[in-house]
């Protein structure tokens, strides 16, 4: 069960790289993308990384309870690869062109309302 655990933060943090492009640590990591995932998934995630320290030690590692850390391992693991990236750059793109449009028909509309004010239109 301990290789298990090791190799799932190893995989997390694969997961945040390849994802996320969130590099370094497993705590800098989940810092780096705290917005972009869920609460829940932070929590889980911060709690496998204060973990990590104990873990490493032979002698403290069994004070460490690892079913719960399995558990949010297996949260943080699933949620990540969830994430479709393709579908979060298509959604950034719709973002910024619905920005643009919505601009330009503001613009449209004051520029209507000020030639009929001037009487032109």
């Known amino acids: 069960m301990a290789a298990s ?14 994802r996320e492009h969130a590099s370094g640590d497993l705590s ?3 810092k780096h993308v ?7 998934v932070y929590k889980q995630g911060m709690r496998l990384a204060a973990a ?4 490493a030690h032979p002698k403290l590692r069994m004070t460490v309870d690892e079913k719960p850390l399995q ?24 973002g910024v062109l619905g920005s643009m449009a919505f601009s330009i028909l503001c ?15």
């Open 28 to 30: 800098a990591a989940l």
């Open 52 to 55: 990590l320290p104990l873990l």
């Open 5 to 18: 655990l090791d190799q799932d933060i190893e995989d997390i943090c694969t997961l945040l790289k390849e």
């Open 71 to 94: 558990g949010a391992a297996r949260e943080v693991k699933a949620h990540l690869q969830k994430i479709d990236l393709a579908d979060r750059r298509k959604g950034f793109w719709l």
């Open 107 to 121: 613009v449209l509309i004051l520029l209507v309302v000020v030639l009929r004010w001037r009487g032109l239109i």
């Open 34 to 40: 705290r917005r972009r995932i869920p609460r829940r």
